[in-house]
């Protein structure tokens, strides 16, 4: 009972992460995204675009653990947005703290295993990471993209900015690195971006 008790306890503690607003605002309604939905469209996108990959030997379900599970982080750390240099300063200690907190009220297994999936995540060195990292960077292309440029409107966005950003993507699935460009370009001729 000990056991399950702490993964209870892990469940309702990520509950949190809903209320943990992002700077992505919805297609459909323009309120803002919250970290539990965009993880949750993650899993979907790791699911139905994962022929475009480039190297077939991805575990597909470790990419949906890393995506459902890289932003828990943020109950305590927050959301950074991601072009916000200043956050970023100070971003990795905030977010290992929170992962030494969060992931370790689970039972020690399991603690153990979550924290090398979000490291792992946070690293980009394998096939696994490097996809779920471009997807974790193509769904608020989409977002921005669909509601006009909603948070590349913002101070110092600029599609030199995106364009490094979206880079990841590049990496694990140029199919979808093709169409980020499309895109990306698309998004400066209609003016939601600014070259």
């Known amino acids: 009972m000990n056991r399950l008790k702490k993964q209870m306890e892990f469940i309702v503690e990520i509950d949190k992460l809903k209320y943990i607003f ?7 309604d323009g309120r803002k995204e919250n970290s539990a939905e965009h993880s949750w469209h993650l899993g979907l996108m790791a699911m139905f675009l994962s022929e475009y990959i480039k190297d077939g030997s991805v575990d597909l379900l470790k990419v949906i653990k890393m995506v459902l599970i890289h932003d828990i982080v943020e109950i305590d750390a927050g959301d950074t947005f991601a072009y916000d240099e200043h956050g970023y300063e100070d971003k990795e200690e905030r977010e ?3 992962a030494q907190r969060i992931f370790n009220l689970l039972p020690s297994d ?3 295993e979550i924290w090398k999936l979000w490291r792992e995540f946070e690293e980009r060195r ?6 779920a990292a471009s997807l974790d960077r193509l769904q608020p292309l989409l977002l921005n993209y669909f509601t006009q440029g909603h948070t590349w409107r913002m101070p110092g966005v600029t ?5 490094e950003r979206m880079a990841p993507i590049r990496e694990s699935t140029p199919v979808l ?7 990306i370009e698309d ?3 209609k003016g939601y971006l600014k070259r």
């Open 177 to 183: 690195w093709e169409y980020a460009v499309e895109i």
């Open 126 to 131: 394998t096939p696994e990471a490097r996809y």
């Open 159 to 163: 599609s030199e900015k995106v364009y």
């Open 187 to 189: 998004s400066i001729a």
């Open 110 to 112: 399991q603690a153990d």
């Open 96 to 98: 290992i703290q929170a």
């Open 22 to 28: 992002r700077q992505s605002a919805l297609i459909s």
